[in-house]
């Protein structure tokens, strides 16, 4: 099992940045991929950011050039940088984690971004 928590949420104008991060903790060495989510209101949830084991990363087209994903291996910890950000970045974002073996993937309870215009 593995057990996500994320951190950084909050308020923040159109144009300015915030860093989530997501601590992961229990059987680390299950996990090839962690990434983020996010789900708007009335939306479904998509998409944000992955970065794999080796350390490959890839975006969607919609935050591409403004948000970068990293991870800390010795904190067991990754982090989602998010920059230039726009009012309809606002949602509630989710740390996921995908383990080798194929099965369903962790999420974490989500931290709430809100951009203001």
């Known amino acids: 099992q593995v057990q996500l928590v994320e951190s950084g949420g909050g308020l923040v104008q159109a144009g300015g940045s915030l860093r989530l991060s997501c601590a992961a903790s229990?059987?680390?060495?299950?996990?090839?991929?962690m990434g983020w989510y996010r789900q708007a209101p009335g939306k479904q949830r998509e998409f944000v950011a992955v970065?794999?084991?080796?350390?490959?990363?890839n975006y969607p087209d919609s935050v591409k050039g403004r948000f970068t994903i990293s991870r800390e291996n010795a904190e067991n910890t990754v982090y989602l940088q998010m920059n230039s950000l726009k009012p309809e970045d606002t949602a509630v974002y989710y740390c996921?984690?995908?383990?080798?073996?194929?099965?369903?993937?962790?999420w974490g309870k989500g931290t709430l971004v809100t951009v203001s215009s």
């Open positions: 996921n984690a995908g383990p080798w073996s194929g099965a369903a993937n962790y």
């Open positions: 970065i794999f084991s080796g350390g490959t990363t």
């Open positions: 229990g059987s680390i060495r299950s996990i090839r991929t």
